[in-house]
């Protein structure tokens, strides 16, 4: 009897295993390619800017009909928000259920007048990282400009005191330590995008490389 109970057993708890997997990943929410991690792994090119807030300073400028510019308190009184969203990084990992707060894309949006054809905006960074983005990507309710992670001040190593927070598209695209934005009417590469990554980067598509 313990033969034949044994084998059935251990099929069992291994069908139960993979239940537990399946929904610790959430496999409706994990991208294709993606592995969930519980750590905040800590990627950058180069190095990391500091950034004081009574320095800090928001641009727009390109194909707007009128540049303009915030300082910390002027920009975050445009209004804030509070949202916990999944992040996908273009190295293959995914973290589940981050909590940002921020200032929504649509408050600063609603301050601007883009000249026709304006269909897409380069993101510009304190240390001089840039990435492009589709303006109708950027008009998505869930994209902000995030200055809390997890109910704290955004560290440096995230991208503090400010950074872009783009959740649909790789993490590559939410910018780190953000300073301001230009308005263009083409969908010029950024820098990574220049050195042959996506230029769109949807991780649903595995858009990693052009």
């Known amino acids: 009897m313990s033969q034949f109970w044994d084998p ?24 294709p390619g993606q592995a969930l991690t519980l750590k905040f792994p800590v990627l950058t090119y180069g190095s990391t800017p500091s950034v004081k807030t009574e320095d800090w300073r928001f641009k727009v400028w390109g ?37 940002w707060k921020g200032v929504p894309f649509q408050a600063v949006y609603d301050q601007l007048m883009p000249k026709p054809g304006a ?6 960074c304190y240390g001089g990282y840039t990435t492009n983005m589709r303006l109708d990507e950027l ?16 560290e440096r190593d995230h991208g503090g005191p400010m950074r ?14 953000i300073r301001g934005m230009e308005f263009m009417n083409e969908n010029r590469p950024g820098f990574w995008e220049m050195y042959g990554y996506h230029l769109h980067g949807s991780p649903w598509l595995e858009e990693r490389f052009s």
């Open 119 to 124: 269909d897409y905006v380069m993101f510009h």
């Open 139 to 154: 008009l998505q309710a869930d994209v902000m400009f995030a200055y809390e992670y997890d109910g704290k001040p955004l």
């Open 63 to 99: 194909l707007v009909q009128e540049p303009k510019e915030w300082t910390w308190a002027d920009f975050l009184a445009l209004g804030e928000k509070t949202q916990t969203v999944d992040i996908h990084c273009v190295t293959r990992w995914s973290k589940f259920d981050t909590t």
């Open 164 to 177: 872009s927070l783009v959740p649909r598209l790789y993490f590559w695209k939410s910018a780190k330590w």
């Open 8 to 31: 059935l057993q251990r099929v069992m708890r291994l069908r139960r295993a993979d239940e537990a997997r399946e929904h610790m990943e959430g496999t409706d929410r994990l991208p």
